[in-house]
């Protein structure tokens, strides 16, 4: 009888576990949605040739452009880190229920019983 339960325990496991590493895959493609369409936004704001041109009498506009690609590279840099610690989270405790279903089902399947 110990023997049913473990191999429902150990499907019910797996099957959690797929869906674990399902949101993961979800929460990757949404973070990639997410920078892409912010790509665009900013490709679609960047001033024109023209603009740039004016700016040029300015003779400290080298250093605000530096400074800004710093900041745009830490805010994406900050971005993408709590991103990959979500995913690194959902996957490593997708992986344990994946893992855990197996055994039990290893166990649920054992020929001729547990033994107990």
Do not use: K
Not at 61 to 75: A, G, N, S, W
Not at 88 to 96: G, L, Y
Not at 97 to 102: E, S
């Amino acid at each position: 009888m110990i023997q049913q339960w473990c191999n429902l325990a150990g499907l019910t496991f797996d099957f959690v576990g797929v869906i674990m590493l399902a949101y993961e895959w979800w929460i990757a493609l949404s973070a990639e949605r997410t920078e892409a369409e912010r790509a665009a936004f900013e490709q679609r704001i960047r001033p024109s040739p023209m603009m740039q041109q004016q700016q040029q009498s300015n003779p400290h506009q080298p250093m605000h452009d530096y400074m800004r690609e710093t900041l745009r590279f830490q805010r994406d840099a900050l971005r993408a880190q709590g991103v990959r610690g979500m995913r690194r989270s959902w996957f490593t405790a997708a992986m344990t229920f994946i893992a855990l279903g197996f055994l039990l089902q290893i166990l649920g399947s054992w020929p001729g019983g547990l033994g107990f």
